[in-house]
């Protein structure tokens, strides 16, 4: 497996596969999704805890809801590099066995454990990975500085996986980030600790930075959140540039987002999206309603806010399709003003053109 040159990390929701499909074929080539299986009922899970299985007796209802998604998904990568984590969905045996199964022989995707996980679960995912030749990636959150206990916990993973680095990913997640500086401190050490046990395949770091939506405001201005997950970057290849990993993002999702389940907003979806755009330190992020009679008329204005904003891409290579959506609804009555899913697919085919050409030095960006 080629290192790729950019991993974001998405949920395998519609919104974000169609927009991964919705990339030119350049853009594609460039990145390696991390996709997150979200878990199908239930509370928010909490970051860094294995899942629990769902109570069914025979996994029936999570397996046709799971396995028409994971069909989309293969159907969607045809055949590209990537990983997929079913951290939500894993634990019930019978009603993921189907999905996980196509995911190892039907695509071309790596399957994900991690250290803080069931054994037979890993067991389970390293068995998974020999069926498919592929390998597997370990994802490790540093929320907190690694120690020589982690060193140990991981070591033993590895001696349990019984597979060669060569064969083996290391993910390191650093999370949301607030705190550049703290975050990269913690990152580093991780580097230091984690990456440099054995000759991994690939080692990459993903971080967030897009707000929760409840943090939003309800218009979109150039000061908007600050891009932390970029910032971390740039930190990192200063602290140490001989060792920087492959950059990775949540692209224009929290890092919470894969963690909720599909059905939190009922029959009806949310009375509310965010428009999202991102810039070259910072995003713009508009709350717009989605139902009422006027709530086109607020999204058309929201878009026009955004298109004239100096951030927005009129040309150039990091310009994409969702340059031409955002235009065409800025302008009313020449299309349509969209629906929450249409959104979130604009703003990642957006952000992923955009990351990508910056990565491949084609596009301006807030550091160097």
């Known amino acids: 497996m080629v290192e790729p040159l950019y991993i974001p990390v998405m949920p395998a929701r519609r919104g974000a596969v169609t927009a991964y499909v919705g990339l030119s074929p350049a853009t594609r080539e460039l990145i390696a999704p991390l996709w997150t299986l979200p878990p199908r009922t239930g509370p928010g899970r909490t970051r860094g805890v294995s899942t629990p299985p769902e109570r069914e007796a025979d996994g029936r209802a999570l397996n046709d809801w ?32 189907i999905a996980l199964g196509r995911l190892a022989t039907r695509s071309a995707m790596v399957l994900v454990t991690g250290p803080e996980r069931d054994r037979a679960l890993q067991r389970y995912a390293a068995d998974l990975a020999f069926l498919s030749g592929r390998g597997l990636a370990i994802r490790v959150g540093v929320d907190e500085p690694p120690d020589e206990l982690s060193s140990a ?65 309800g218009t979109a201005a150039a000061a908007g959140p600050e891009r932390h997950d970029w910032a971390l970057r740039d930190w990192i290849r200063r602290a140490r540039p001989e060792q920087a990993p492959v950059y990775g993002d949540y692209s224009v999702e929290h890092a919470l987002s894969a963690n909720l389940a599909d059905d939190r907003f009922g029959r009806y979806g949310p009375p509310w999206g965010l428009l999202r755009y991102t810039g070259p330190g910072h995003f713009l992020v508009a709350r717009v309603p989605t139902r009422g009679s006027h709530h ?39 299309g349509g003003s969209g629906n929450p899913e249409t959104w979130i697919k604009v703003g990642h085919i957006q952000h992923l053109t955009y990351v990508a050409q910056c990565l491949s030095g084609h596009g301006e960006t807030a550091g160097t």
């Open 66 to 97: 799971l396995t028409p998604r994971v069909d989309r998904l293969i159907e969607a990568m045809d055949g590209s590099r990537g990983w997929v984590d079913a951290a939500h969905v894993e634990a019930e045996l019978n009603g993921s066995a």
């Open 296 to 334: 086109a008329d607020r999204v058309r204005a929201m878009a026009r806010r955004i298109v004239a904003d100096g951030a927005f891409r009129r040309s150039g290579p990091g310009r994409s399709a969702a340059e031409d959506w955002w235009e065409a609804c800025a302008m009313s009555g020449t």
């Open 153 to 217: 916990e991981l070591l033993g993973l590895v001696d349990r996986l019984c597979l060669p680095p060569s064969q083996l990913d290391l993910l390191l997640d650093a999370g949301e980030v607030h705190d550049v500086a703290e975050a990269g401190k913690r990152s580093v050490i991780a580097l230091d600790l984690l990456g440099s046990l054995l000759p991994w395949r690939t080692v990459a770091l993903t971080a967030g930075a897009f707000p929760r939506a409840a943090g939003t405001t």
